[in-house]
Structure formats: structure tokens, C-alpha cells
């Protein structure tokens, strides 16, 4: 891909390691938890629209 | 460097292979943080599965964990005890996720101290212990068989009367909850208002016409006059009426029913010969012919008593009544089949005559939790629908 190699020569150690801190410390598991969060929010509200949760034994 | 360029710089770092790091790094450093990220959350959502959070808050230790360390779930000759999440928080992963979304809402009500007052939370118990019977009816009461299972318990080491009840809940797989509210906690106060009634509430009337029949759906009194001063009686609930004049909120209404000509003839039946009670009048109101105008006799061959048709006009408020008795019927046979079932296979309400109904409710009724209301409405309903109001028996 020369499209960015041409923009971005040769990336830094120090933005290489900042990103990878920031991704992996801040955003995943901040992506994670609103995931799980987002779907128990929505496995609530089908709660409110079909009742609390059905179990036959 | 400004925002936008950090931002470029971040992505185009992101979509190039790394020059620097290598892989093993990469591979290692992300393996680790996965590692420590999922014990966190573990580690999060078991801290807030704990007793000791939820009575963090002092709505919780100052109300509902004061009253279960009276109860056998708190001590008791095993050791064991149950703890706020055993019951309340489901086990199961999904269900767990989304009561601890759930408790945003709670959070909500700490933070604008929805109950942080004695009164408030006693004011809103009732609904608060319904959140949690509706949830436990639904699964079964899982979360009670989480620890207890018909299955194991020894019949012979109950009193009789335990085995009594508690074999033929065993043959049916009733629902811990259906008859052990209040166990662990104590009872919601009676707030005065039927559930039963407040959920016809909505479905009420919001405006009577002349001429249409409506029905009672909740205890209505009766006035001599449109100035309702004088009360002359009480509509019993499912008791139709026809309304003849409306002027704000009193209606003028008529009320085609029957009476035993015996004593001053103050309760006033449906029809002929059956006892399904749509009125009671005061004494003076019954025996004025200007209000209640008695038709010729006829005599029951049953029991011998002499009943005269009536047509009774009076007054009441407009509030209280519903255009379709369906309404009544579909809430009454949900309130049957609930309250029944829990311990026998309810029989069709036309498997008993109208004037059969009355005996055979009283005599069960107490083993219900239905209030004075929601009785009347299911005898009622029963016995309007009973053989012999039915073609098939």
C-alpha cells in the first residue's frame, strides 16, 4: 500500500508503544465493558416488553 | 500537536505492522492486559454480588436486612444462611448482566433518594416486593431452588401438617414463591387499594352516556338524591346498571334486579331465583317505593321464597363503573386460575349452579392471598359463569 507509506514514512517506538498502551489499557476494555453493558441494557428492556425471564424445570 | 493530528498519527500507528515492538511483545503484552482486564471484571461483578455492597446503601440495612435476620434464612440449626444476592441477583450469566444493568435504576434511587426515608420505602414496598414475586413466579423461584429441591426433602422429618401442604405442591412443581411471600422479609402493608381494582383502574369509563348498561368494577355507593347527600346502598362489584341522566360527575341510574320478598328486601339479586348479589340498600332506601319499584311476585319451587322483580334508580358518582364486563371476567378468571391452581386443578366455573358457587368459594377462599375486593369480583365472575349460565352442562 504506498498510499501510506508515502504519508506516514516510518512510525516512532515512542507512538508504537503509546498506542499500544492506550488501545490495550484504555479502549478494548472500555469497548468491552459497554459491550456487556449493551447487552444486558438490552436483554433488560425484553424484559420490561416480555416479562421477567421464563425457567421450566 | 493538536487533537485531530494525535488522532491521525494514533490510526495510522494502529494500521501499519509495528517497526519497533515485536511481536512477541505485542502477542505477550496483550495476553497479559486480557488477563488481568477479565479478572477485573470478575473480580467487579463478584464484589458487587456481595452482601456487604448491597447493604452498603442504608436503604437496604436499615429496612429488608433488619427484618431477615429475624428469619430461619438468616440462623438456623444448620449454619447455612442466605445471603442478598442468593435470592435477589440471578445466577445465571445473561439474567446476571442484565439485574446488574437493572441496577442502574437503583443507583438512580440512591442518588435522588427515591426511598431514603422509613416512610418512603414502606410507601413503595408493595411495589417493590410485586417486582420480585412477578420475577420468582416467572422462573419458577429458581433462585429458592438454587438450595431447596422437592426432591430432596424427607417427608418423614416434617410435621404432618407441613407433608399436608407440601406433597401435593411437590406433585404439581408449584413455585416456592406461591405460598411462602414474606418469608425471608416482611409483608407489604395492605395499602387499601386492591391490585385486582387498580388494574381495572385504567380500563375504567372515562365518561358515561345515557342509555348505555355499564358495570360496577369496584364498590360503588348508592344516593337517594342527585345531590348525594343521603346514601341509599352499595353496588356489589360486576353489578350492571343503565345510566340514565349524567350531570358532572354523578349519574342517575337505573338497576334491573330481584329481591326476596322477606324481611325489608335489601339485597337485590340478578335474576330470578339466583344468588348472585348485585346490591345491598339501606334500610329506608329499600322500602321507598319511589326508588325501588317492586314488580308481581313469583315463587321459586327450590326453596319455596317469594322474589319480585325491582327496578331501582338511584344515584352514584360516575367513577366506578366499565362499558364491558369482559374487563371484570378476563381480570377474575386470571385472578381463579393464579390463585387456584396453586394447590388443585381449579374446576371450570360451570362445573357448579350460581347459587352452588357462594358455599364452595367461602370454603376455600381461605387458603388464597385474594383480598375482600378480588373475592367478591371472582365469586362474581364464577357465578356468571356457572352451569347455569352455560350450555354445556
Known amino acids: 500500500m504506498p498510499m501510506r507509506s508515502e504519508r506516514m514514512p516510518a512510525a516512532s517506538g515512542k507512538a508504537e508503544w503509546l498506542s499500544f498502551l492506550v488501545l490495550t489499557l484504555i479502549i478494548l476494555p472500555a469497548l468491552a465493558v459497554l459491550f456487556v453493558g449493551g447487552y444486558g441494557f438490552v436483554v433488560w428492556m425484553s424484559q420490561i416488553i416480555n416479562g421477567p425471564p421464563v425457567v421450566d424445570f | ?393
Open chain 2, 1 to 393: 500537536m493538536s487533537a485531530k493530528k494525535t488522532l491521525v498519527l494514533f490510526w495510522d500507528t494502529l494500521r501499519s505492522p509495528p517497526a519497533t515492538i515485536s511481536l512477541g511483545v505485542l502477542a505477550f503484552g496483550g495476553f497479559v492486559t486480557g488477563i488481568i482486564f477479565w479478572g477485573g471484571f470478575n473480580t467487579a461483578l463478584e464484589v458487587t454480588n456481595t452482601e456487604k455492597f448491597c447493604i452498603s446503601c442504608h436503604e437496604m440495612s436499615d429496612n429488608v436486612y433488619q427484618e431477615l435476620q429475624e428469619t430461619v434464612h438468616w440462623e438456623n440449626r444448620t449454619g447455612v444462611r442466605a445471603t442478598c444476592p442468593d435470592c435477589h441477583v440471578p445466577h445465571e450469566w445473561t439474567n446476571k448482566i442484565a439485574r446488574k444493568m437493572q441496577a442502574s435504576k437503583e443507583v438512580w434511587g440512591k442518588v435522588f433518594g427515591t426511598i431514603n426515608t422509613r416512610e418512603k420505602f414502606l410507601a413503595r414496598r408493595e411495589e417493590l416486593a410485586r417486582h420480585e414475586w412477578a420475577r420468582l413466579e416467572a422462573n419458577n423461584s429458581l433462585e429458592c431452588r438454587n438450595c431447596h429441591d422437592y426432591d430432596s426433602m424427607d417427608w418423614d422429618a416434617m410435621s404432618d401438617e407441613a407433608v399436608f401442604y407440601m406433597q401435593p405442591a411437590a406433585e404439581l412443581n408449584t413455585g416456592c414463591i406461591d405460598c411462602h411471600k414474606g418469608i425471608a422479609h416482611h409483608l407489604p402493608e395492605p395499602s387499601g387499594d386492591s391490585p385486582v381494582i387498580a388494574q381495572l383502574e385504567g380500563k375504567a369509563a372515562r365518561s358515561l352516556s345515557s342509555g348505555e348498561d355499564y358495570y360496577a368494577y369496584k364498590p360503588v355507593t348508592l344516593f337517594t338524591g342527585a345531590d348525594r347527600a343521603l346514601p341509599a346502598g352499595n353496588l356489589s362489584l360486576g353489578a350492571r346498571v343503565k345510566v340514565l341522566e349524567t350531570s358532572g360527575d354523578t349519574v342517575k341510574l337505573s338497576l334491573d334486579a330481584w329481591r326476596k320478598n322477606k324481611g325489608y328486601g335489601r339485597v337485590l339479586y340478578d335474576q330470578f331465583g339466583m344468588n348472585t348479589r348485585v346490591a345491598v340498600l339501606e334500610k329506608d332506601a329499600a322500602g321507598d317505593a319511589a326508588l325501588v319499584e317492586a314488580g308481581a311476585a313469583e315463587t321459586d319451587d327450590n326453596t319455596g321464597l317469594d322474589w319480585s322483580p325491582v327496578k331501582v334508580t338511584l344515584w352514584a358518582d360516575a367513577e366506578g363503573f366499565v362499558a364491558d364486563a369482559g374487563l371484570l371476567w378476563d381480570v377474575a378468571s386470571e385472578s381463579y386460575a393464579a390463585s387456584c391452581s396453586g394447590c388443585h386443578a381449579q374446576p371450570d366455573p360451570d362445573h357448579f349452579s350460581t347459587n352452588a358457587w357462594p358455599a364452595l368459594f367461602s370454603g376455600m377462599v381461605g387458603f388464597t392471598n385474594m383480598d375482600a375486593s378480588e373475592q367478591e369480583l371472582v365469586l362474581t365472575y364464577l357465578q356468571n359463569h356457572s352451569s347455569d349460565h352455560s350450555s354445556t352442562h
